[in-house]
């Protein structure tokens, strides 16, 4: 046994010397050889693609100051920005207006005090999609998520208003709002 993984060490390392002593140019010329055969048979991995002709776009929003009072349809305006790639967020009305067609994938997560009743839901131009709910919850803290993922035009805009009755608190340090395209298609 351990002549065997003698052996197996001193070839691993015989072959390790051998490549770092190669000229790395014929490696990079099989390598591009390769690549070009797979092109000229209509064949290009899918992630390679996705790069050269996506756009990026990511928000991550949450609260500076909690909400102390939230009347019923009111959007939450999250207006603390921590990342606004494609400037789909705007602060001023609460929603994010999808800057490209695509799939996208929103999540928001808020925290209420015990007693609170709360409905935040997802909407998409006008439209609930998703619904989140505590209702009077009795832990001195709580704290729920919704998440959606949904197929968006240019122009579409998504927020998250409280659907239901008036909202008595809703903590700053555990609400957010986030959300990504996830393809173009």
Known sequence: ??????????????????????????????????????????????CERRTRNSTTVAFHVDLKKSISSIQKNQIIKYDHVITNIGEGYDTNTGKFTAPVDGVYSFTWTYMTKKGASVYIGGFVDGKQIVWTCMYEQTAAWASTTGNLVIRMKKGSQFWTPN???QVAYIHNYYTYLSGFKISDK
């Open 1 to 46: 046994m351990a002549l065997r993984t003698c052996v197996v060490v001193g070839l691993s390392l015989l072959y390790m010397t051998l490549a770092e002593n190669n000229d790395n140019s014929s490696f990079v010329k099989r390598l591009r050889s390769y690549k070009n055969t797979c092109r000229e048979i209509g064949w290009e991995p899918t």
């Open 163 to 165: 659907s239901e009755s």
